[in-house]
Structures are given as C-alpha cells and as structure tokens.
C-alpha cells in the first residue's frame, strides 16, 4: 500500500527542494520542508550516505539533519521490502533518511499539494 502510493503520488511530484529542517529533540520530532511540501515523523530516524551512518535520532550531532537544506528530494521508496511501512527519502548529496516507526502512535506525516500521506496503523 505504501509503495505504490509512493511510487503514483509522491515520485511524479520530485524533485522537491529542502528550505527548512527542524529537530526538536526534547519532543523527538522531525520537520523537513519545502515549498508547498513537508515530511513530519516523532518515530526514530537515521542517515547515511554510500561511507555509511552520518547520525540518527538518538546521536549527540543528530543536529547535523539540518544540512539537508538546499538539497532536493529526488526519490521515495519504502525503508524496507519485509514490512513496506516507512519510507526512506533519497536526496540529490547523497543522503538518505529513513524512518522506523515502533509504535502506532509514532506516525509520519508527507504533505504534498492535495495529498496527506501517513503512516498506516497496523
């Protein structure tokens, strides 16, 4: 369900420019940004490029996320192939950014024009 609502909504809307990134960390909550678009999860997060893990929800420069901005998001799947529930959001520097939702109160939000996009509830 969630691939191919990728794959026939949000894919035909890249690339999409990053102009603002927001971790909260007191309240675990990622915003990533940009115009008429945003991506919004309280679920765990991590990032990494071809060398490997950059950092993660939990990491001590999970700061570092915020360098996204002026990227463009040029591609969407699904974080995994076993449980196709998160998506992992591919930027034009390399970076990926994947997402692990645990709970079912731990959703992630992906707003494009006319679209909502949320994690579905198992």
């Known amino acids: 369900m969630v691939e191919a609502l990728l794959r026939d909504h949000v894919l035909p809307e890249l690339p999409?420019?990053?102009?603002?990134?927001?971790?909260t960390e007191d309240q675990?909550?990622?915003?990533v940004r940009g115009p008429g678009?945003?991506?919004?999860?309280d679920a765990a997060w991590r990032?990494?490029?071809e060398a490997g893990l950059l950092f993660g929800w939990?990491?001590?420069?999970?700061?570092?996320?915020?360098?996204?901005?002026?990227?463009?998001?040029?591609?969407?799947?699904?974080?995994s192939d076993r449980l196709a529930l998160d998506p992992a959001?591919?930027?034009d520097n390399g970076w990926t950014l994947e997402v692990f939702s645990g709970r079912q109160d731990?959703?992630?939000?992906?707003?494009?024009?006319?679209?909502?996009l949320v994690a579905p509830v198992v």
């Open 47 to 49: 990032v990494f490029d």
């Open 37 to 41: 678009w945003s991506f919004n999860t």
């Open 89 to 91: 959001l591919h930027f």
């Open 106 to 116: 731990e959703p992630w939000v992906l707003r494009l024009p006319g679209l909502t």
């Open 58 to 79: 939990d990491s001590p420069n999970a700061q570092g996320v915020a360098e996204l901005v002026g990227a463009r998001l040029v591609h969407v799947d699904v974080q």
């Open 16 to 23: 999409l420019l990053v102009s603002a990134v927001a971790w």
């Open 28 to 31: 675990e909550n990622l915003n």
